[in-house]
């Protein structure tokens, strides 16, 4: 990273902050993030790098951190704890959020241990589902037992904010097998779902060997189903895809959501600092040699921070607030907004509470109609 750039990242108060590990096990059939199999030397050359790349950013204080992949937990403890300690050692929030992503087939009693020990407050495993076939399929190794086990034993250990994931519409996933999985996950009374309709994205397995999505009428069929389902059992559907108990929506996500700065660090990692979007090489090798740190570089006009804003807020229940919305693009576009917002007010997919403008359940899910019209 050139100094003038790592400077001008800083200028700005940032406080959250995302870690990616790209390394994993085994590589599930659906996953297009940048991810590579598990090699103890390569991880151990990443993670240098990681350390320095983090060291150079001089943080001092953070509200939330995530540290996602890839599959964080298939690291060994000596590997992933001299950053865990780092991590400890900066200011943060009272109320901080600290999440680690882990999978059931890479986490034990001593990485939940070292996890506690640092500060990590917050665990999001991959259940996805818990059908044989399916998982068999996925690349998944875990069954609705180890699913328990190991959350009764992250308990145990004082985790009381737990995520887990769903997915629905995988190829040969009918109602049957989707209330199911529905039933099971709400069984383990964890604090956080994220459900995620399967999307065929490339460098994913489901792509190369040509697997369609399933079609409109299925997914809305099934994302009726889990969204009764969770809702009348005490969660709230907080953003699009997500469902939180009260008091526990993910605030790290919500960063995300409410277009607010994060610094993101590792191969791949996204950065959003002083209006700018920055992006770190997908290159592992390039990574490893400390080349084009920061290989993408957005700066984002005024039209497009409005977007952004729509974009993200309307994913959200509260949706957006536009008081003083408009306050940086000119007449034109604010005209071009307030016309497609009025059709779509009278269509009810949007509404307004005050000068809150936010989805209904019809219009959230027909989302990306309404902004590919704000475009």
Same mark, same amino acid.
């Given at each position: /990273?050139?100094?003038?750039?790592?400077?001008?990242?800083?200028?700005?108060?940032?406080?959250?902050?995302?870690?990616?590990?790209?390394?994993?096990?085994?590589?599930?059939?659906?996953?297009?993030?940048?991810?590579?199999?598990?090699?103890?030397?390569? #991880?151990?050359?990443?993670?240098?790098?990681?350390?320095?790349?983090?060291?150079?950013?001089?943080?001092?204080?953070?509200?939330?951190?995530?540290?996602?992949?890839?599959?964080?937990?298939?690291?060994?403890?000596?590997?992933?704890?001299?950053?865990?300690?780092?991590?400890?050692?900066?200011?943060?929030?009272?109320?901080?959020?600290?999440?680690?992503?882990?999978?059931?087939?890479?986490?034990?009693?001593?990485?939940?241990?070292?996890?506690?020990?640092?500060?990590?407050?917050?665990?999001?495993?991959?259940?996805?589902?818990?059908?044989?076939?399916?998982?068999?399929? /996925?690349?998944?190794?875990?069954?609705?037992?180890?699913? !328990?086990?190991?959350? #009764?034993? #992250?308990?145990?250990?004082?985790?009381?904010?737990?995520?887990?994931?769903?997915?629905?519409?995988?190829?040969?996933?009918?109602?049957?097998?989707?209330?199911?999985?529905?039933?099971?996950?709400?069984?383990?009374?964890?604090?956080?779902?994220?459900?995620?309709?399967?999307?065929?994205?490339?460098?994913?397995?489901?792509?190369?060997?040509?697997?369609?999505?399933?079609?409109?009428?299925?997914?809305?069929?099934?994302?009726?189903?889990?969204?009764?389902?969770?809702?009348?059992?005490?969660?709230?559907?907080?953003?699009?895809?997500?469902?939180?108990?009260?008091?526990?929506?993910?605030?790290?996500?919500?960063?995300?959501?409410?277009?607010?700065?994060?610094?993101?660090?590792?191969?791949?990692?996204?950065?959003?600092?002083?209006?700018?979007?920055?992006?770190?090489?997908?290159?592992?090798?390039?990574?490893?040699?400390?080349?084009?740190?920061?290989?993408? !570089?957005?700066?984002?006009?005024?039209?497009?921070?409005?977007?952004?804003?729509?974009?993200?807020?309307?994913?959200? !229940?509260?949706?957006?607030?536009?008081?003083?919305?408009?306050?940086?693009?000119?007449?034109?576009?604010?005209?071009?907004?307030?016309?497609?917002?009025?059709?779509?007010? !009278?269509?009810?997919?949007?509404?307004?509470?005050?000068?809150?403008?936010?989805?209904?359940?019809?219009?959230?899910?027909?989302?990306?109609?309404?902004?590919?019209?704000?475009?």
């Amino acid at each position: /990273m050139r100094k003038s750039k790592a400077k001008k990242r800083r200028n700005e108060e940032v406080t959250s902050l995302y870690i990616h590990i790209p390394f994993c096990l085994d590589i599930c059939s659906y996953c297009s993030f940048l991810h590579c199999f598990y090699v103890e030397k390569l #991880a151990a050359s990443y993670m240098e790098k990681l350390n320095e790349e983090f060291d150079k950013l001089n943080i001092k204080y953070l509200k939330t951190i995530y540290i996602g992949g890839g599959t964080p937990s298939c690291l060994p403890p000596y590997l992933i704890e001299p950053l865990l300690k780092k991590l400890s050692a900066i200011k943060k929030d009272e109320d901080y959020e600290f999440s680690i992503e882990c999978n059931f087939d890479s986490i034990n009693l001593n990485k939940l241990s070292l996890y506690r020990h640092y500060g990590v407050n917050r665990l999001s495993f991959g259940v996805e589902s818990f059908d044989e076939n399916i998982l068999k399929d /996925m690349h998944r190794h875990h069954d609705e037992r180890k699913v !328990k086990e190991t959350i #009764a034993l #992250a308990r145990s250990l004082g985790f009381s904010n737990i995520n887990v994931d769903l997915i629905y519409g995988y190829p040969k996933q009918d109602m049957r097998i989707l209330k199911s999985d529905v039933k099971k996950i709400l069984s383990l009374g964890v604090e956080h779902i994220s459900t995620y309709a399967l999307s065929i994205e490339d460098r994913s397995e489901l792509y190369a060997k040509k697997v369609k999505e399933a079609d409109e009428d299925t997914l809305r069929t099934m994302f009726d189903y889990i969204y009764e389902s969770l809702t009348s059992h005490g969660y709230v559907r907080y953003e699009t895809s997500n469902f939180s108990k009260p008091n526990y929506t993910s605030k790290h996500n919500l960063v995300y959501w409410k277009n607010l700065p994060y610094y993101g660090i590792g191969a791949g990692a996204a950065s959003y600092v002083n209006g700018s979007r920055y992006q770190n090489t997908e290159n592992i090798s390039k990574y490893l040699k400390g080349i084009t740190i920061e290989e993408k !570089k957005e700066k984002l006009s005024n039209e497009d921070k409005l977007f952004y804003q729509f974009m993200l807020g309307l994913r959200l !229940k509260e949706g957006l607030s536009t008081k003083d919305v408009y306050k940086d693009v000119d007449e034109k576009i604010k005209n071009k907004y307030e016309k497609v917002i009025d059709h779509y007010l !009278k269509t009810n997919l949007l509404k307004k509470d005050k000068d809150r403008l936010m989805t209904t359940y019809e219009g959230s899910l027909l989302l990306d109609l309404i902004l590919k019209d704000l475009l």
